[in-house]
């Protein structure tokens, strides 16, 4: 008999990563066939379409993606015309990322597959739930900083 045993039914790093992957995946189907969008590439948008100007570490700071993976879609978002990098003029080795018009036409057109999409998920919740559901997210997310910041103190006495 073993002596720890992980219940996934109640882990919930489990629970939230099957979940994001099952909702991506629907969604990123159409978004797919429609404009030849990867998963990473449309969250480098979706960050850039917000937010302009940003660099690729931002963007992979903001989407928790690796930063591998973002300069991938970066530079394929460039290849298709979506992006533009823009060097800054007081330090070459600093660019910034925005999305062309190009992209912005991309952009617009997921944004609105993306928004149908959501509320068709969430259209089976009443509105106090999915209130609820927001405001338990960002609990979470705030919970989740400060266990890491924790971990981050904890490694560093350990050394």
Not at 34 to 39: E, K, P, Y
Not at 105 to 116: E, G, S, T
Not at 117 to 125: D, N, P, Y
């Amino acid at each position: 008999m073993r002596p720890i045993q992980l219940d996934l039914k109640h882990f919930l790093p489990y629970r939230l990563s099957v979940l994001s992957n099952r909702i991506s995946s629907a969604i990123a189907r159409e978004y797919s066939q429609r404009f030849g969008l990867g998963v990473t590439e449309w969250r480098v948008m979706a960050v850039l379409g917000r937010k302009g100007g940003l660099s690729a570490n931002q963007v992979a700071q903001r989407t928790a993606m690796d930063k591998v993976a973002v300069s991938r879609a970066v530079a394929s978002l460039i290849a298709a015309g979506r992006l533009l990098r823009e060097f800054d003029d007081n330090d070459r080795r600093r660019s910034v990322l925005r999305l062309s018009d190009a992209g912005y036409v991309v952009y617009d057109q997921v944004a609105l597959l993306a928004l149908a999409f959501e509320k068709h998920v969430l259209g089976g919740m009443p509105d106090e739930e999915r209130d609820l559901l927001f405001r338990l997210l960002d609990r979470l997310d705030e919970l989740e900083l400060h266990a890491e910041q924790f971990a981050s103190e904890h490694d560093a006495t350990q050394d």
